[in-house]
């Protein structure tokens, strides 16, 4: 699975899976708070049978302790009941004891049955213990339920991908006939001053379609990428360099000073390449192309027209004109997360735009 792949199976899985759990967990524990309730029921219910049928229930009144108290004593008295709160026929909890009271009026005798709060306890760890098992089971089989439609879910969008990468490749491979024989018929033109302009266009546009050619190439491919050292501030130059040809009318300056970092130096070259360009070709007439480096980023600024939505802008399509794929940026994007590099931007509609790439600091070498 590539990383696009990844990342749609885990926008379906991860909310799946994690909502089945919630609810499975509900359940259960409705289940065990049920259990309690019933297990408190069922000592009540046998407290009740012990007060009506002593004599012929012995066995299930053996885990209850029974006390018989003279009504003459006043901590028994009716009075005291109602005075602490206690009622007849209500099971209650204190220390380690669950009882309740019963009244005999025939003998003038308050009956007081109780039951050992341990023994309740161990049963309830055994029901605890019971759900536990039984939620860890049910887990599994909600991870297994959502892998299988997760993978569902994704088989047709898995193939209408690959068909598009295949349809993509196609066409990038019947691009390089025509464009290498337009390259090395454009070289043959004599440059005259009457036709260098219109040769510089047709360069131009060439151009532009080989970059369009590696975005899709970048778009298309994963990179499992070979690092190499290299100079920054040499890398910039040599990026900037074809620019200034095509675009005479903008100003480029570079400013900071030499860095050599560690990292997959293609990679590094198509992030300025895309930013570059579009920096140059969304420029004001006469405006500034700004390269500034630090000691571990490197920014490019322009005084272009700026971006209306920047939160949107690495979207993969979205556009803000109608020259371009809208790819570009997402490339960046991109090939920034496999590089774990930062990126930021700025950017004020007909002011200008930044854009910030920071540097791990393992891939700094020197300054």
Partial sequence: MNQIEINGFLRIFIPFFILLELLTSIIFYKEY???VENLEKSISYNMDICNYNMDDNIYACSDYKIEFFNENKDIFT????????KNRDILYRENNLFYKY???PKYNLYLKISYDVSSYKEKIETCKDNRIK?????TLGVLL????????SLYPLNQAFKLTQEFIKDILHDFNTPISSLLLNVK???????????IHRIE???????????????????????????????????RVEPLENLYPKLNFLIEGKSIRIYTHKASISRILDNILVNASKYNKKDGDVIVKIG??????????EGIKNAKIIFNRFYKEHERGLGIGLHIVKKLCSELKIKIEVQSKVDEGTAFTLIFRKDMIVSI
């Fill in 134 to 138: 039984e939620i860890s089971m049910a």
């Fill in 78 to 85: 009716d009075s005291f009941l109602k005075k602490e709160g």
């Fill in 102 to 104: 019963y009244s005999i």
């Fill in 145 to 152: 339920f959502t892998l299988f439609f997760s993978f569902y």
């Fill in 295 to 304: 000691e571990k980023s490197i920014t490019i600024s322009d005084t272009g």
């Fill in 188 to 198: 043959t033109l004599p440059k005259t001053k009457d036709s260098y302009d219109k």
């Fill in 204 to 238: 131009h546009s060439l151009d532009t379609i080989l970059s369009l050619q590696d975005n899709l190439r970048n778009y298309l491919k994963e990179h499992p990428k070979q690092n190499e050292e290299f100079d920054l501030l040499d890398l910039v130059y040599e």
């Fill in 33 to 35: 708070k049920n259990e």
